[in-house]
């Protein structure tokens, strides 16, 4: 497995800017593709973005894509998001986690390592 910390969270005004970083260690990080969940209160965890070994292929979801930027750091074992254009319904924990094959998805059930999660909170 892989273990996973979270970082960069806050408070931001609607609009705003946040990055946040997911440093990895244990399994090799560049063979893992990875991911960026998030979960708001009383819902679901949601799929949010994930990114190749690599690094070349990202994908997103609908709700944030164009606002969202995914991007991993292999010398450095690290993953980011880069959030633009901040809504209030982008409050949530964000989590990052590491998927259990090569290329990973959008359901978390095909991650087998998770982060303890950084709150995130949009305001008005």
């Known amino acids: 497995q892989v273990q996973l910390v979270e970082s960069g969270g806050g408070l931001v005004q609607a609009g705003g800017s946040l990055r946040l970083s997911c440093a990895a260690s244990?399994?090799?990080?560049?063979?893992?593709?990875m991911g960026w969940f998030r979960q708001a209160p009383g819902k679901e965890r949601e799929f949010v973005a994930r990114?190749?070994?690599?690094?070349?292929?990202?994908y997103y979801a609908d709700s944030v894509k164009g606002r969202f930027t995914i991007s991993r750091d292999n010398a450095k074992n690290t993953v980011y998001l880069e959030m633009n254009s901040l809504k209030l319904e982008d409050t949530a924990v964000y989590y990052c986690?590491?998927?259990?094959?090569?290329?990973?998805?959008?359901?978390?059930?095909?991650?087998?390592?998770w982060g303890q999660g950084t709150q995130v909170t949009v305001s008005s």
């Open positions: 986690a590491a998927a259990r094959d090569s290329s990973g998805s959008y359901k978390p059930d095909d991650y087998d390592s």
């Open positions: 244990g399994r090799a990080f560049s063979s893992t593709a």
């Open positions: 990114i190749s070994r690599s690094g070349v292929r990202t």
